[in-house]
């Protein structure tokens, strides 16, 4: 299980400093703020419509934060393309399928280091395919023809082939098996103990906060707790989180 340390104040990866965004005149994240450290997993909790997966978007540079700014390693990135991120060692695993189904896992895993250069993601591809067994053995058949579980590690292949410093992953158990969503999980904290940053949403809030060293609540787009994940999961009033209170329980972020 992870363990935390005694100073939040360190090693800073990502930091949100009162960011506003959202869609159109339709703002999602108000105001919000929160750190995340750098090799450990960040889990974003809260109901749905809290802004979790628009955070996500936001640092990916997939929507433009009206206010505020978004540091990365101390540097604001605000306003940084997709492209640009990615070089910085930003890679998203975006919720749902978004794989080529009418290619072979081969192919799919070409496009995914196209940036690289093909002598690059030639070379990576068996290495990140020793993290998918399953995976590994159909690496000719079609992306369409795996299953549901197989294809979601296709996904996650696919973003490792970049070496990235930080991972994004929303709702990485959608359509998996208890099994395999375990896999998953064991596999990001694995990442994370090589020095991943890990920010994650994730419908199976209790599975996950096993998993994760810390967990941020939103509301209405803004921070309402920042707590180790050990601390909320054995915390009897935990329900309260995911049913729109968790402005009642104690608000301490790590500053």
Do not use: W
């Not at 360190?10 to 919000?32: H, P, Q, R, T, W």
């Not at 936001?58 to 206010?67: H, V, Y």
């Not at 053995?137 to 299953?147: F, K, P, V």
Request: charged share 20%; hydrophobic share 40%.
């Amino acid at each position: 299980m992870p363990i935390l340390g005694t100073d939040m104040t360190n090693d800073i990866c990502i930091e949100f400093d009162d960011v506003v965004a959202g869609y159109k005149d339709f703002m999602i994240l108000n105001n919000l703020s929160f750190k995340a450290r750098r090799g450990a997993i960040t889990l974003l909790i809260g109901p749905n419509g809290a802004g979790k997966s628009t955070v996500l978007k936001t640092l990916f540079g997939l929507l433009s934060p009206r206010q505020g700014r978004i540091l990365l390693n101390g540097q604001d990135i605000r306003g940084s393309s997709s492209k640009d991120l990615l070089a910085r060692g930003i890679a998203f695993v975006p919720q749902g399928r978004n794989l080529f189904g009418q290619l072979t896992v081969y192919e799919n895993l070409e496009l995914g280091g196209i940036t690289l250069g093909m002598k690059t993601t030639h070379q990576r591809i068996p290495e990140v395919l020793e993290f998918f067994p399953r995976v590994k053995e159909r690496i000719h058949s079609r992306a369409a023809s795996l299953s549901g579980g197989e294809q979601k590690q296709l996904e996650i292949g696919r973003a490792l082939l970049l070496r990235p410093s930080v991972l994004l992953i929303d709702e990485p158990s959608i359509g998996l098996s208890p099994l395999v969503t375990l896999d998953v999980f064991k596999l990001l904290r694995r990442l994370a103990s090589q020095g991943t940053t890990v920010l994650m949403v994730e419908q199976n809030v209790k599975r996950a906060l096993e998993y994760s060293d810390e967990a941020i609540a939103l509301e209405s787009g803004r921070l309402v707790l920042h707590q180790p994940a050990q601390q909320i999961l054995s915390d009897p009033h935990m329900e309260r989180l995911f049913l729109g209170g968790a402005h009642t329980t104690s608000t301490a972020a790590f500053e």
